[in-house]
């Protein structure tokens, strides 16, 4: 061991050869006992029965309930989950006002369609746009974020006349008709799907990889370490990327005939991209002055999650046209939504539209229950403090570890970038080398054999993603740091033994 401190001298300031695993937090819950089909019967059926999923692990993961920040598979093994469904549960899993909800509307009107009024939905509408700027005042209920991105992109085209349509690379909006074309992930891709009809991707300004930008860039607790021209008043990096994003329209869009421009606030599939400063505002106020419509997409990003404000555009300085939200709106629960202005929303009445399940009772009253805990618990207030924390704890190891190239995020919405940890230099384009797809997932397995469950993104799936229930505390945070110091000492351990 000695031999492999002195290689690894500097890269951990806290290495350990103890093989004892940092200690889970204390709760006060047990799970119930596992009835379910065995282990094997639910790997064959997903084999055989089952439509292709993404792989998490090596192991599958068979998982049987849920309490909080909390998970349990069969076995009863407990996990922290540090992903949250992708940012789905919001509240946390199996949260007791959810479920007291779900059951008294159940007992009352479980479904009708959208053809009939009841009052849960006008109650469900009228706390949403409470929390909407603005003209955005008119909701359309649907089931998934999809659902409410192509209703979105129907809307601009409706309302504008227009056809083309912009995004930006490394988005993720959904791969759905027409949304195949607007993602631009070559992961979401299938070949013999046809990209969209009048649709373009603009520059990803990624202040990180990017061609421009550096650390006075991000409206962010954390900066990336590379050098740039910037200053606090004037971010020249999102002058660069906005240029780019103008070309589009001096080469490829009619002039003055725009349909509208899709953003996530933070990019969440994509790696949790943060854009530079001022980026977005320059850009709404570029598709407006040719005609188009400006979507957020808050899908990942809304409902309090990024701390500061309850949307994250909010924090762009912009309004947009038309607000897509889903997975926090129903903390797991199927439903989605699309908020826009009333002008805008009378658009569809040129044709006949319809969801069947949108707008849904017992989906109502979760999304109104979802909306009282988040205020009643300083859901919002905790993403700020507990995410801001987890913020700086990871620039600290950011320092202690060469393979952690960039901490990048908002409230409980983060990215560590991992990359190759002999590189010297990342502060020039094209020397950022990502960490390979088999390194990052041994200390992802690594990370579940110790109890910790994160995603992972980015277009070389080498960016770690946290975004969970937003109850999490700093206790789970401290223990989060001590499973990925851990991971990440047993990586480097396993390198060295096998470079000898």
């Not at 860039?217 to 660069?240: F, G, K, L, W, Y």
């Not at 409230?411 to 990052?440: F, K, S, T, W």
């Not at 937003?470 to 223990?479: G, I, Q, S, Y």
């Amino acid at each position: 061991m000695k031999n492999i401190r002195s290689k690894f001298k500097g890269i951990s300031k806290h290495y350990t050869t103890s093989s004892l695993f940092p200690e889970l937090p204390p709760i006060d819950f047990k799970p119930l006992p596992y009835k379910g089909i065995s282990y094997e019967k639910a790997q064959y059926m997903q084999l055989n029965n089952v439509f292709p999923q993404v792989q998490m692990y090596e192991d599958p993961l068979l998982l049987h309930e849920g309490k909080m920040q909390w998970l349990f598979d069969y076995k009863g093994k407990r996990y922290l989950d540090m992903f949250g469904g992708i940012a789905t549960v919001s509240v946390g899993h199996c949260h007791p006002k959810i479920i007291e909800a779900i059951a008294e509307q159940s007992g009352i009107l479980g479904h009708v369609s959208g053809a009939y009024e009841h009052p849960k939905m006008y109650e469900y509408v009228e706390s949403l746009v409470s929390k909407m700027p603005g003209d955005l005042k008119t909701v359309y209920l649907v089931n998934s974020g999809s659902e409410a991105n192509e209703l979105a992109m129907l809307l601009a085209r409706l309302h504008t006349g227009n056809q083309d349509v912009l995004s930006i690379q490394n988005c993720y909006h959904g791969v759905s008709g027409n949304l195949h074309g607007l993602t631009a992930l070559a992961s979401a891709k299938f070949n013999n799907t046809p990209a969209g009809i009048s649709i373009h991707h603009a520059m990803c300004p990624d202040v990180f990889k990017g061609i421009w930008g550096g650390r006075k860039c991000r409206d962010s607790p954390v900066q990336t370490q590379r050098s740039c021209e910037c200053d606090r008043n004037h971010c020249r990096a999102a002058d660069n990327y906005y240029e780019q994003l103008e070309n589009i329209f001096s080469y490829s869009i009619p002039r003055g005939k725009v349909a509208g421009f899709f953003a996530e606030s933070i990019q969440g599939v994509g790696g949790v991209v943060q854009f530079p400063r001022g980026y977005l505002k320059r850009v709404y106020e570029l598709i407006r002055s040719n005609g188009g419509l400006c979507v957020a997409d808050e899908v990942q990003t809304g409902f309090g999650r990024t701390g500061e404000h309850f949307w994250n555009f909010q924090s762009h300085g912009i309004t947009p046209d038309i607000v897509t939200m889903a997975k926090g709106i129903g903390n797991g629960f199927p439903m989605a939504a699309v908020v826009t202005t009333s002008s805008i929303a009378r658009s569809l009445n040129s044709a006949f539209h319809f969801n069947t399940f949108g707008g849904n009772p017992v989906s109502c009253a979760v999304g109104v229950s979802v909306l009282k805990v988040i205020e009643e618990e300083c859901l919002q207030q905790n993403c700020l403090e507990v995410g801001t924390y987890f913020l700086e704890k990871l620039c600290g190891m950011r320092r202690e570890w060469k393979i952690i190239g960039d901490v990048r995020g908002k409230g409980l919405m983060i990215g560590v970038e991992l990359i190759d940890g002999d590189q010297d230099d990342i502060d020039n384009i094209g020397v950022i080398n990502p960490l390979n797809c088999r390194a990052v997932s041994r200390i992802k397995n690594d990370c579940l054999k110790m109890g910790l469950l994160f995603g992972v993104g980015g277009i070389r799936s080498n960016v770690l993603r946290f975004m969970p229930p937003m109850c999490v505390t700093k206790a789970d945070v401290d223990f989060t740091i001590a499973v990925l110091r851990r991971a990440m000492q047993n990586y480097y351990e396993a390198k060295y033994r096998n470079n000898l």
